[in-house]
């Protein structure tokens, strides 16, 4: 699962040229999502409270654009990285976790940070520590994935895979939203990644008719309780006016669908039924649901 | 008929035979799946009636027949006095209808 990579990193502050195709992001929206950010540091924090140092949270560096070669070059010395995809969007991502950071989970999870040496360098994973790595990283993205639908962005993590040539798998050349996280473990920072295709951007965009879309089902839950006029309907016929006022008591009309009748409001059928005429009571025993406007 | 008359021949008018005139929420309706039972406190009994109506008017009352399977509605009462009573199906205010989810 290890993956060695041996670039260093760029400095946050870099001023870099602007390169071609390169996204762009308008401020507000890069409020937006840092917000969002900010909560999946605090999320992840509490997710992984028995993963973590004592006292110590994880906490949202900031985010850039980068392509995932380069991101994936720069991000540390080692990576442990999961593929993802957020369900009912087409958004999908990486997250990248440094060795040295998940080191720091497995040894915090065994309760023996304290024994660790603060030597950055580290011996392969045991089975066991892999599988607490892979548990690490079960939470963080089911936690991101709830953070992500609380803020109107997909419905959870859809899957994920550790496999780097899983089909979620992003393209090397790929502009991503590299959002960057930290845990402070003094002498060292320790780093965490995710990498997101960047239309995210629109998602986060989506955001604002997301919070509409909160109102609109207060709305909707005073509409559903509003009371609809229905005609139990046995027959329908279009008749002159002349005919109509020779009616009398006596005359007999056939009713064209026998037993079946329908449900009508304001000229519009809403099903048929089947009436049954009981002793006291009127059956009405639903038979389909149409919806067909009289007038076609 | 005369002359200024002849239009009633060409107007048509909708009539409509009403068993019920009921009324439910938004979300009672469209929860609605076939098989459901709507049962409705109209006792038509051994006389099922039907009010037959022309633009939200009751013109007239009708007895529902059988007959070889043919539904009959045959008119029982013409007129005003037919527009009377409307409680008796027009259950709109009453609430006394019950829908039974299959």
């Known amino acids: 699962m290890p993956t060695r990579n041996h670039q260093a990193r760029p400095a946050q502050d870099e001023q870099r040229k602007y390169e071609l195709w390169r996204p762009i992001i308008r401020p507000q929206r890069r409020a937006a999502l ?21 006292g110590k949270h994880i906490e949202f560096e900031g985010l850039s654009f980068e392509s995932y070669a380069t991101l994936n070059h720069t991000n540390g010395e080692a990576v442990h990285s999961a593929v ?16 040295d950071l998940a080191s720091c989970l497995v040894l915090s999870r065994l309760g023996i940070l304290e024994e660790a040496s603060s030597d950055s360098s580290h011996k392969a994973f045991t089975r066991i520590e892999t599988a607490i790595i892979r548990e690490a990283m079960r939470l963080l993205l089911t936690s991101l994935g ?10 959870g993590v859809l899957r994920y895979s550790e496999r780097s040539k899983d089909p979620l798998a992003l393209a090397s050349h790929d502009y991503v939203l590299a959002l960057r996280f930290r845990l402070e ?39 559903s309780r509003l009371p609809v006029e229905i005609d139990v309907m046995l027959g329908e016929w279009y008749l002159p006016l002349t005919e109509l006022s020779t009616l009398k008591p006596g005359d007999t009309i056939v009713l064209p669908d026998g037993e079946d009748a329908w449900l009508s409001t304001n000229g519009i059928t ?17 038979k389909s649901n149409l919806y067909r406007n009289v007038s076609e | 008929m005369s002359a200024n008359k002849q239009w009633m021949n060409a107007a048509n008018v909708c009539l409509s035979a009403v068993v019920a005139r ?31 109506i022309v633009q939200g008017r009751t013109v007239a009352i009708a007895t529902v ?9 045959t008119i029982s009462q ?14 709109r205010k009453s609430g006394t209808e019950g829908v039974r989810n299959s």
């Open chain 1, 34 to 54: 840092d917000r969002i950010h900010h909560n999946v540091a605090d999320d992840w924090s509490r997710a992984l409270s028995e993963y973590l140092p004592r």
């Open chain 1, 270 to 286: 809403l099903m048929k039924v089947r009436v049954s005429f009981g002793q006291h009571r009127t059956i009405l025993t639903l």
């Open chain 2, 78 to 91: 013409c007129g005003p006095e037919s527009d009377r009573e409307p409680e008796k199906w027009d259950l």
């Open chain 1, 146 to 155: 709830a953070t992500y639908a609380r803020a109107g962005v997909g419905a």
């Open chain 2, 65 to 73: 027949t059988e007959r070889d399977g043919v539904l009959r509605a």
């Open chain 1, 84 to 99: 993802f995809a957020l369900e009912r969007t087409d958004i999908g991502g990486a997250l990248l976790i440094s060795a």
């Open chain 1, 185 to 223: 473990l003094p002498p060292r920072s320790l780093t965490l990644t995710i990498a997101v295709t960047r239309n995210i951007i629109n998602a986060v965009g989506d955001l604002t008719v997301s919070k509409l879309g909160q109102g609109s089902q207060s709305t909707g839950r005073v509409l």
């Open chain 2, 22 to 52: 009921i009324c439910m929420p938004v979300d009672t309706l469209a929860s609605l799946t076939n098989g459901d039972i709507i049962e409705i406190d109209v006792d038509l009994g051994a006389d099922p009636q039907v009010r037959l």
